[in-house]
């Protein structure tokens, strides 16, 4: 999905929660997602990503759910905690015209963990 | 591992000037370099691909004339913003991957303002 509009969704969570962050896309043949954190500043750091032959798939605190039916995909933050305070972006797979392979990504959303 | 460094990290130039950014993997050898802009609050948004020892592949809508790629060598991609205007000011990042299944890893973004 291409970005759109100049406000991040919001996501407030209490410190010790779990977050559940979504996302859908557009393009039903991409078979590779990924879920990045972006600190203020810098640059996409990679979290957890999924093919779609897998419907859920586990990391460290962070759970990632596939539905194709559906075209959505979640990240799941167990016990949330300040440090998890970011902008989360959901990315696919795409061949682009070209035939080489690129990543788009999705509009984001703001995590605020309150202490 | 996957180091991925991005060089500067800010410039501030007056209008006309044309600025060059490096981005290097410091521990992998990149087959495909990208690069992404990003505005405050959105998302990043692909410019092109770059793979080594051939030319851009440039998304549409992006002037390969104002933002010159040269991938040099599997470490080192350049992007230079030709007679940059303050409508350039942006972010812009790099990211490098080491081969077509392999997660994209990124640099940390040049903030670029123009005067």
């Known amino acids: 999905g291409e970005s759109v509009g100049l406000h991040l969704p919001t996501l407030s969570v209490q410190e010790g929660d779990n977050s559940i962050i979504n996302c859908a896309y557009s393009n039903s043949a991409s078979d590779y997602f990924i879920w990045y954190k972006q600190e203020s500043g810098k640059g996409p750091q990679f979290i957890i990503d999924i093919r779609s032959n897998m419907d859920k798939r586990q990391g460290q605190r962070v759970t990632v759910l596939l539905n194709k039916t559906v075209k959505h995909l979640s990240l799941q933050i167990a016990a949330t905690q300040p440090g998890d305070s970011a902008v989360y972006f959901c990315a696919e797979l795409s061949t682009g015209s070209g035939g080489y392979q690129k990543v788009t990504f999705g509009i984001g959303t703001k995590l605020q963990v309150i202490p | ?115």
């Not at chain 2, 002037?63 to 060598?73: C, G, Q, R, T, Y």
């Not at chain 2, 080192?76 to 392999?102: K, M």
Request: with cysteine; glycine share 6%; net charge neutral.
């Open chain 2, 1 to 115: 591992g996957a180091v991925v460094s991005q060089h500067p990290s800010w410039v501030i130039c007056k209008s006309g000037t044309s600025v060059k950014i490096e981005c290097r993997s410091l521990d992998f050898q990149a087959t495909t370099m990208f690069w992404y802009r990003q505005f405050p609050k959105q998302s990043l948004m692909l410019m092109a691909t770059s793979n080594e020892g051939s030319k851009a592949t440039y998304e549409q809508g992006v002037e390969k004339d104002k933002f010159l790629i040269n991938h040099a060598s599997l470490t080192l991609s350049t992007l230079t913003v030709t007679s940059a205007h303050p409508e350039d000011s942006s972010f812009y990042i790099c990211s490098a991957r080491q081969g077509g299944n392999q997660p994209q890893h990124f640099g940390d973004g040049t903030r670029l303002s123009i005067l």
